[in-house]
């Protein structure tokens, strides 16, 4: 079983639309959850953090993590063109000097 | 400022050539990582440097890949001699210890291609 499983995608969806990716992880020990965001031909950008359980919101962004389940989300409100990218979530068990474990990211594609 | 710089942004070679990958992390930033995303798998950690010294290098697949970071500064990985299997994109993110909320910034990556 693979510490970490992402849906690859496509998601395509139009403008407007809600979209909600999500991630499930294996190891108990993850505490810090991310979700980066990547352009073709650039690297992976941070878009959300959240430490342990709950709710973090930005903007049209919201990122929830149910440690429980073992399940990670990341919602996105009326979604533009410009939020076509793959979307990478990744975790950590410790923050600092802590290597990144990722998921395969999934490609969203928000036509006009 | 400027963000993490990796030079070249494509490099062919053939089987057996030696390749060399540099990465420029943000500047004060001790924490200096190498990843490697191969084509339809996951992005993986390779190791991870603070200053000079390496931390963990425990992703990095066999002993034909040496990294270096030599001052604390910049970073290089060579690959020597490469394998098909090499081929894939290789990242090199940096970060300065903050705590809970700590960022890795990611540079562009570096598109290896051994035929």
């Known amino acids: 079983q693979k510490e970490v499983e992402q849906d690859p995608g496509p998601l395509s969806v139009p403008e407007g639309a809600i979209v909600s990716l999500n991630c499930t992880y294996s190891?108990?020990?993850?505490?810090?959850f991310m979700w980066y965001r990547q352009y073709s031909r650039k690297g992976p950008e941070l878009l959300m953090y959240?430490?342990?359980?709950g709710n973090k919101e930005d903007g049209r962004f919201t990122a929830q993590v149910d440690k429980s389940s073992k399940y990670i989300s990341l919602f996105i409100r009326d979604s533009q063109p410009s939020d076509s990218a793959t979307y990478l979530c990744a975790m950590s068990a410790n923050s600092g000097y802590s290597t990144l474990t990722f998921g395969k990211g999934t490609m969203l594609l928000v036509s006009p | 400022e400027a963000g993490v710089t990796q030079f070249p942004s494509h490099s062919v070679i053939e089987k057996g050539q030696t390749v060399t990958l540099r990465c420029d992390p943000i500047?004060?930033?001790?924490?200096l990582y190498w990843y490697r995303r191969v084509m339809g798998k996951e992005i993986k950690f390779l190791l991870h440097?603070?200053?000079?010294?390496?931390?963990?290098e425990s992703g990095m697949p066999n002993n034909r890949f040496l990294a270096e970071r030599t001052g604390g500064t910049y970073s290089t990985l060579k690959v020597q001699p490469a394998e098909l299997e090499d081929s894939g994109v290789y990242f090199c993110a940096s970060s300065q210890w903050t705590g809970p909320g700590y960022e890795q910034y990611f540079g562009p990556g570096t598109r290896l291609t051994v035929t």
């Open positions: 190891n108990s020990a993850f505490q810090y």
């Open positions: 440097f603070v200053k000079e010294s390496k931390q963990d």
């Open positions: 500047s004060g930033h001790d924490n």
């Open positions: 959240t430490y342990s359980s």
